[in-house]
């Protein structure tokens, strides 16, 4: 965190893990992020009616690693018919060459706040896109196996906030303060899982 005059902030953050769950060559990612802030009205100390004020933006990456037996397939043990023990395969073929998920995330945003504090606003705009999530498909059954574990899809997340503040009674031992919130939030689908001739599935 680097911090200059109280007025500009730049946080920064990197991170490494490896997972257990995932094959030897895709099971350790690297993921980071990055925000900065401006108070602004530290230059407009001018004007009486500004409180405070400040913008702020970030960007940053998070990843996700896969459950437990999705990488290799192994035989699954069913209830013995008679006294023979039986072995078969399950219903869902494995990836050997599956990814993390990723998230990428966007947020800017700006706080605001008027007459000694009384009446404030905070709105935030937010988008993340979610890349590679681990899924199971339907399959032809042709195959031998009813569904595949694969890396698929791209879906968008995105919305704005809204808190609107006041405080329209305030003395020396009391106080009154109020706050309005306000939430749009649209999901997409921007792509799906693709077959090997390219065609959404």
């Known amino acids: 965190t680097l911090s200059w005059r109280e007025t500009y902030t730049l946080d920064a953050s990197l991170r490494t893990d490896r997972s257990s769950t995932l094959p030897k060559d895709n099971n350790q990612y690297y993921y980071w992020g990055v925000s900065g802030s401006w108070v602004f009205s530290k230059a407009l100390q001018s004007l009486n009616w500004l409180s405070y004020g400040k ?3 970030n960007y940053a990456t998070v990843y996700n690693d896969a459950g437990w037996g999705q990488v290799k397939n192994t035989y699954d043990q069913p209830t013995p018919f ?13 990836n050997p060459n599956l990814k993390p998920e990723k998230t990428n995330s966007r947020e800017a945003g700006i706080e605001m706040s008027f007459l000694n504090n009384r009446l404030g606003l905070d709105l935030t705009y937010y988008r993340t ?5 681990i899924l199971s498909v339907d399959v032809s059954t042709a195959t031998g196996y009813g569904k595949q574990v694969v890396n698929a899809g791209n879906i968008q997340n995105s919305g704005v906030e809204l808190t609107l503040r006041t405080t329209p009674v305030r003395t020396k031992n009391f106080s009154w303060d109020m706050n309005i919130n306000w939430t749009r939030n649209r999901n997409k689908v921007v792509e799906l899982f693709r077959d090997a001739a390219g065609n959404e599935v």
């Open 55 to 57: 913008l702020r933006l």
């Open 82 to 94: 008679g006294g023979t023990t039986l072995f078969s395969l399950p219903g869902t073929n494995n």
């Open 129 to 133: 896109n979610t890349f590679d999530q």
